[in-house]
């Protein structure tokens, strides 16, 4: 399966632009957002990607019955969940959420295949097994900002710079 992860993208639509805009060029099959949106009008961009999102609420996510609400025109299978929320996409289990509060929980008991997670705006990618994946933060306001790629059928997720990607027109 072809994912494109991200977090905390904090109403920085440049960037966030750039990253659906990668994942779109790369033929994405789902986009895992693990929450910290900010606000509603963000979601105007996802409806570029082409294909489902599926996403968390993060802490910073105050708006969430404006938030779930668009995010309905984003793609027909996408969905907003509070945390933490198992996904199965296409044979994999995927659990999303925000605070990494959840990760041992869920990687000692084998109950993920891969296990996304945001709110430290640090990258980081394990490969324990389960698959262990901050993507960094999309908004670039403590690192560089980060988006992973991840193409099931290769053997390790990609580290996207999105300082160095185009810009959704």
């Not at 992860?5 to 632009?17: A, F, K, P, Q």
């Not at 968390?56 to 996510?61: A, K, L, Q, R």
């Not at 389960?130 to 990609?158: M, Q, R």
């Amino acid at each position: 399966m072809r994912l494109g992860i991200m977090t905390d993208s904090h109403d920085h639509l440049r960037n966030l632009g750039r990253a659906v805009l990668e994942f779109k060029r790369r033929n994405a099959e789902a986009i895992i957002h693990s929450g910290d949106f900010v606000a509603p009008f963000t979601i105007d961009v996802l409806k570029h990607a082409g294909c489902p999102v599926y996403s968390v609420y993060g802490n910073c996510d105050g708006e969430r019955i404006g938030l779930s609400n668009r995010f309905k025109e984003i793609h027909e299978k996408s969905e907003i969940n509070t945390e933490p929320h198992i996904y199965e996409l296409d044979g994999l289990r995927i659990v999303v959420m925000h605070h990494p509060a959840w990760i041992e929980s869920f990687a000692s008991t084998k109950q993920a295949d891969i296990i996304v997670y945001g709110h430290l705006h640090k990258l980081h990618i394990e490969n324990r097994p389960p698959w262990i994946i901050n993507p960094g933060e999309v908004f670039g306001l403590k690192a560089d900002p980060t988006a992973v790629w991840f193409d099931t059928s290769t053997p390790e997720p990609e580290i996207l710079h999105l300082k160095n990607l185009s810009d959704l027109k």
